[in-house]
């Protein structure tokens, strides 16, 4: 078969179909950010640490996220009114706990520091 540099209908169709079939639900929708640092007590960031967030009036829905290579986290929640609880913890330290309060369609920062266990 000699590949003659035109696209089957069908294939340009497909390619086309694609991306809006891999579209992100989520896009679009309004939501508010929650992002932050997890630190160590020493001031270094710490990778790898788990963080969960939770509406504090239905903590039920939660959402969670893991620190990268910097220490950061990044969580989307819906936008409105509404006090969010940051945790954050990862092993060989303490637990950290920080309250957050968002008012729209908004980013807020919450930076965690967690000591180590003794």
């Known amino acids: 078969m000699r590949f003659s ?10 390619l086309i179909a694609l991306p809006v079939c891999a579209r992100d639900k989520k896009k ?8 932050g640092t997890v ?10 640490a788990s963080v969960l967030v939770y509406n504090e009036a239905s903590p039920k829905k939660k ?3 893991a620190t990268n290579y910097r220490g950061e986290y990044r969580v989307r929640v819906p936008a409105g009114e509404a006090v969010y609880v940051v945790h954050a913890s990862a092993r ?3 637990k950290g706990r920080r309250t957050v ?4 369609m908004e980013q807020a920062t919450a ?3 967690l000591k ?3």
């Open 39 to 48: 630190f160590q007590e020493s001031g270094l960031s710490l990778p790898g």
């Open 28 to 35: 679009g929708q309004p939501g508010a950010v929650i992002f």
């Open 63 to 65: 959402y969670r996220a």
């Open 5 to 14: 540099g035109k696209l089957p209908r069908r294939s340009l169709l497909l």
């Open 101 to 104: 309060k968002i008012y729209d």
């Open 92 to 94: 060989k330290f303490e």
């Open 111 to 113: 930076n965690l520091i």
């Open 116 to 118: 180590p266990k003794k």
